[in-house]
Each structure stands twice: as structure tokens, then as C-alpha cells.
Nanobody, 124 residues
Framework: QVQLANSGGGLVQVGGSLKLSCTAYGPTRSSFAMGWFRQAPGKEREFVAGITEGGGSTRYADSVKDRFRIFRDNAANTKHLQMNDLKPEDTAVYYC?????????????????WGQGTRVTVSS
């Protein structure tokens, strides 16, 4: 089984920044994808950002694409989500996800592994 540990989140003022990090532990395929979804109370879970294992391809929700950046550093199984210019509508619980088929659209739920979630609150 794959386990995901994420960190970051917290309370920030409008216009501020936060960085989320997620590390995958356990067996992974030769190629995989990671990303984040988020869910606010009374709202459906929505895609935020995704990245391939090597970082060669990324994708973003339209609502965040000019403000957020997903990237990796030296460790292939660790990804980061840099969130800038935060808005109240970014307030949600953010969930890291890994897809063991390398699908950064996360279409196949049977290949998705989810982190525990971290709360981001943007105050106005």
C-alpha cells in the first residue's frame, strides 16, 4: 500500500502565501502522478493541480493556474504546492493524491491513494 504524508496549511490573510508538501511512502510504480484536490464545506471535491513523477507535465484548475505552482525538488516522491495570492474561496481542506498509473488526471479511483488532508483558511 502507498501512504501519503502531507504538511503545510494553516491560516493566512488574503493575498498571502502557503506551501503544501506531500511525500509518498511505500511501493509505487515506475511512473506515477501526484497532485492535490480540495473540498470546502457544502461543495464538491475539486481538482487543484497535478504533476507527473518527473515533473515534466503539470496541470491546474482554471481558478488557480496563475496563482499556484506544483513542483518537485530532489526527491521524486515528494511534491510541493506553492499557493500565492490566496483568496477566501481557496479556503478548504486540501488532499494530496497519488495515482499509481501515472495518470495526472486521476481518473481511475482504484489507482488513487489519498493523504489525510490539511486545512487552509484564508481570512478576509
Amino acid at each position: 500500500q502507498v501512504q501519503l504524508a502531507n504538511s503545510g496549511g494553516g491560516l493566512v490573510q488574503v493575498g498571502g502565501s502557503l506551501k503544501l508538501s506531500c511525500t509518498a511512502y511505500g511501493p509505487t510504480r515506475s511512473s506515477f502522478a501526484m497532485g492535490w484536490f480540495r473540498q470546502a464545506p457544502g461543495k464538491e471535491r475539486e481538482f487543484v493541480a497535478g504533476i507527473t513523477e518527473g515533473g515534466g507535465s503539470t496541470r491546474y484548475a482554471d481558478s488557480v493556474k496563475d496563482r499556484f505552482r506544483i513542483f518537485r525538488d530532489n526527491a521524486a516522491n515528494t511534491k510541493h504546492l506553492q499557493m500565492n495570492d490566496l483568496k477566501p474561496e481557496d479556503t478548504a481542506v486540501y488532499y494530496c493524491v497519488l495515482n499509481n498509473k501515472g495518470d495526472y488526471y486521476f481518473s481511475d479511483d482504484t489507482s488513487n491513494y489519498w493523504g489525510q488532508g490539511t486545512r487552509v483558511t484564508v481570512s478576509s
